[in-house]
């Protein structure tokens, strides 16, 4: 398994998307009551993230490196590192080079180490010990700490001191379909891509 980095710091023009969509995909288990019908849901704090973009139409000279880029894939044997393109920054006012406080697994929240006041907004996009994580609500650092509660549950702990990244804060993920560049005479139709955010 390869890591193939995504172009689009070199090549805007062609792989910055066209459109963009982010689904957290929670895996839960429901069960119905056979006799009152009352129901029950467990979370099973396995939480990931699914990645849909289209690509714009390009000319055949600009179409050859997505046409590298998807194929150099190999389906989903290699992956790539991804991040919101809906916010590559964040709404708030956290900056610089945050760290975390120890996390366990599964909680529903992380404290950060922040200069009081900064802030983080709901939808903003934090990165920390590889997980791509959402923040639920608006919070303020005070005392050197901010609480920020999360949409996504973690997946594994999170040591002290982990860095955490606010600005363009990436997951890894495989192709979670068959994308193709498809040429026309002149130019090719735009290309879309589902990617499915990568467990190890």
């Known amino acids: 398994m390869t890591l193939i980095v995504y172009p689009v710091a070199t090549a805007p023009r062609i792989f910055l998307p066209r459109s963009f969509s982010a689904e957290l995909q929670v895996s839960q288990r429901a069960f119905s009551s056979p006799y009152g019908g009352s129901e029950q849901v467990v979370d099973l704090l396995n939480d990931r993230w699914a990645f849909s973009l289209e690509l714009a139409a390009r000319t055949h000279a600009e179409a050859a490196a997505m046409d590298a880029f998807v194929n150099g894939m190999r389906g989903m044997s290699n992956t790539t590192e991804l991040y919101h393109f809906g916010r590559p920054t964040n709404a708030g006012t956290l ?51 901010i609480t920020v509660p999360l949409v996504n549950r973690l997946r594994k702990a999170v040591a002290s001191s982990a860095p955490v990244t606010v600005v363009k804060p990436v997951a ?29």
Do not use: H, W
Request: charged content about 10%; overall charge negative; proline content about 4%.
């Open 95 to 145: 900056a610089g080079s945050p760290t975390a406080q120890a996390a366990v697994q599964g909680a529903a929240s992380i404290v950060l180490n922040a200069t009081t006041g900064q802030t983080l907004k709901a939808g903003d996009m934090i990165g920390v010990a590889g997980l791509l994580l959402q923040v639920a609500s608006d919070c303020t650092a005070a005392s050197g700490a």
């Open 172 to 200: 890894t993920f495989r192709l979670a379909g068959a994308p193709r560049v498809v040429y026309v005479p002149g130019y090719t139709d735009a290309v879309a891509m589902d990617f499915m955010e990568f467990i190890a």
